[in-house]
């Protein structure tokens, strides 16, 4: 039987004159992993941040479970929604273990002054905490990274490890900002494993993505937003085959494609390069993606000056 684990109902956001969300109406339900997708600027992220308490939206409300959530973030990962973001927010000068055990926070009950009496409580707490977050880790791949500065990482891992991060916060439900962005296709294939192992541990996804591949392979149902309204919602086959959806959204991104050829030209060469890697693939892999890795450290921080005063907003 499904039940809904999301509800948010009519949900409106302006930014000044601008209606970047309009009386959207939405549901997610226990098991089940949904797309949104749409054109860049159509309002999803804003969408997750007024489902996530970072926005309050400016008309509608957001349940989960049956219960209607202040718009608070912190009360919302408390209630049960973990996400990750578009912009990666890692704490880049922390190791990976550190940055899951963060997650960990809001869902360990031990108080400040046991943190700083370190009591048995606390200590039997933190070993409890450790042992989960090095569980997740090896979850998402990235056990034998655990003493890596979150910086280091390659883009891609540094995606994985803010799944790992929101897991930690063991969610009923999770909401991915685009997961597979600056992803090889490999790492992309690894993600969608991911998610449906996710799926298959009880815990509901939402996901929004550009990539049509992944989304219309993953998603059991799927919305799409066009300029802040819900154009059509259904299962991947009635939304792919839907003509409104391929004039706003799948026309225009689809032309530029390569066609099937030269994707599986890339394909095949990804596969050769990732297989010819020796153990030492990170350092190999940084080589050849140079520029994306440098470019992931940079943003990575500034978010992580940013993270650090919105702790409070992250989880
Ligand atoms: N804090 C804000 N203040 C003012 N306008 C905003 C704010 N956040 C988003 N917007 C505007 O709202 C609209 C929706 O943006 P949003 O980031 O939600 O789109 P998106 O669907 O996530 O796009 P993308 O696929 O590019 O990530 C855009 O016009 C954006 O400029
Ligand atoms: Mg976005």
Redesign the pocket.
């Known amino acids: 039987m499904t039940t809904p684990v999301l509800e948010a109902r009519d949900v409106t956001m302006r930014?000044?004159g601008?209606t970047?969300v309009r009386s959207v109406d939405f549901t997610v339900n226990s098991g089940e992993i949904v797309g949104l997708i749409?054109?860049?600027?159509?309002?999803?992220?804003?969408?997750f941040n007024c489902l996530t308490g970072l926005y309050v939206p400016t008309e509608g409300t957001v349940a989960y479970q049956g219960k209607v959530l202040p718009p608070k973030p912190h009360m919302v990962t408390q209630a049960g929604i973990a996400r990750t973001f578009?912009n990666i927010r890692l704490f880049a000068n922390m190791t990976v273990l550190e940055n899951v055990l963060v997650g960990r926070h809001t869902r360990t009950k031990e108080g400040l002054w046991s943190a700083l009496l370190r009591g048995p409580g606390f200590r039997k707490a933190e070993r409890e905490s450790e042992e989960r977050a090095l569980q997740l880790l090896e979850f998402v791949g990235l056990a034998e990274k655990r003493e890596h500065l979150a910086r280091n990482l390659p883009y891609g891992e540094q995606r994985k490890l803010e799944i790992a991060r929101a897991l930690a916060s063991e969610p009923g439900l999770l909401l991915l900002d685009?997961p597979t962005a600056g992803m090889n296709p490999q790492e992309t294939r690894t993600t969608e494993e991911l998610v449906f192992a996710i799926r298959d541990m009880g815990i509901a996804v939402l996901v929004?993505e550009?990539d049509m591949r992944f989304i219309f392979n993953l998603c059991d149902r799927v919305a799409v937003?066009v300029q802040?309204e819900k154009l059509i919602e259904g299962t991947s086959e009635v939304v792919q085959a839907d003509e409104r959806v391929i004039a706003a959204y799948l026309g225009e991104p689809f032309e530029g494609e390569p066609d099937t050829a030269e994707a599986a030209e890339v394909d095949t060469a990804e596969a050769a390069a990732a297989t010819a890697e020796p153990a030492g693939a990170t350092t190999a892999r940084a080589g050849t993606a140079g520029s994306e890795t440098t470019e992931a450290g940079t943003a990575e921080v500034e978010a992580a000056g940013s993270a650090d005063s919105t702790e409070g907003e992250t989880q």
């Open positions: 930014f000044g601008l970047a749409g054109p860049n600027g159509a309002g999803k992220t804003t969408f578009q685009e929004i550009h937003l802040g």
